[in-house]
């Protein structure tokens, strides 16, 4: 927060006068068209004084260099990523569901579930078989 204490005039109730309407000083700019301006690279270098050395560029023709496009970062193959912890099933051994563990995650999955485009196949007791772009793996248990 700022307080004006004294002003500019001479009334002295310290009032300001409002602005009369005059004429200002209006200077007209040239107008800047692109391509029609050179950088000047002949100043003196400052930190020895020397006038410098470069030449112009201004008309030296640019080399266009082929693109090189960025290297596809591979996804992580997920079969790699999860471990097969065992499995569970019902009272007479029919339905089983694999627990298999996957990104700090334990997921439940039955045979035909499928996880990050990963299927289960089948399910056994120290291994479960699984799917994954058209190859299948093997995944023991640890």
Known sequence: ???V???HGDEADGN???RTKGTTDKRTLP????????LLLNYPDPFTGEASRVADTAKTKMKRSAIIPAAIPQTPDPVEQMKYLGFVA???GNKKVAIISYQKQE???KEGDTI????VIAIGKDAVMVSYKG???RLKTE
């Open 1 to 3: 927060m700022h307080r």
């Open 116 to 119: 990050s485009e990963v299927k």
């Open 90 to 92: 019902d009272g007479k």
């Open 31 to 38: 107008k800047q068209f692109p391509g029609n301006f050179s």
């Open 5 to 7: 204490f004294a002003g």
């Open 135 to 137: 190859k299948t793996r």
């Open 16 to 18: 300001l006068p409002a």
């Open 107 to 109: 997921k439940m999955l």
